[in-house]
């Protein structure tokens, strides 16, 4: 069956960088989009990125253009995020999260979209 975890979440200071993880088991991620969620206290989940198979688009966030950048092995089923110049309003669980297409919209990444979860990993923003 389809699972999706997640890895590399933990405490960075203002201004850092961090590397999340997530490994694909279940189906080949060459042929499928995949992405990012994320959920901080007290507010909605947050489609992060979307990351398409070979001649997709890619979606970001405004809040994150420009910082975060997702990027997939599609050799090892691995398909990170990697966040820099991280701020307090980054802090949230993050969320691996996959549809049944092989396609992003490119302009939006929303939970009705998305198949499959996994469990999160918390990234902490703090000096």
């Known amino acids: 069956q389809v699972q999706l975890v997640e890895s590399g979440g933990g405490l960075v200071q203002p201004g850092g960088s961090l590397r999340l993880s997530c490994e694909v088991s279940?189906?080949?991620?060459?042929?499928?989009?995949i992405g990012w969620f994320r959920q901080a206290p007290g507010k909605a989940r947050e489609g992060v990125s979307c990351a398409s198979a070979t001649g997709g688009p890619t979606y970001y966030a405004d809040s994150v253009k420009g910082r975060f950048t997702i990027t997939r092995d599609n050799a090892k089923n691995i398909v990170y995020l990697e966040m820099k110049n991280l701020n307090s309003e980054d802090a949230a669980v993050y969320y691996c999260?996959?549809?049944?297409?092989?396609?992003?919209?490119?302009?939006?990444?929303?939970?009705?979209?998305?198949?499959?979860w996994g469990k999160g990993t918390l990234v902490t923003v703090s000096s």
């Open positions: 999260a996959a549809p049944k297409s092989p396609y992003c919209s490119g302009t939006v990444w929303v939970e009705n979209g998305v198949d499959y």
């Open positions: 279940g189906f080949n991620l060459r042929n499928y989009a």
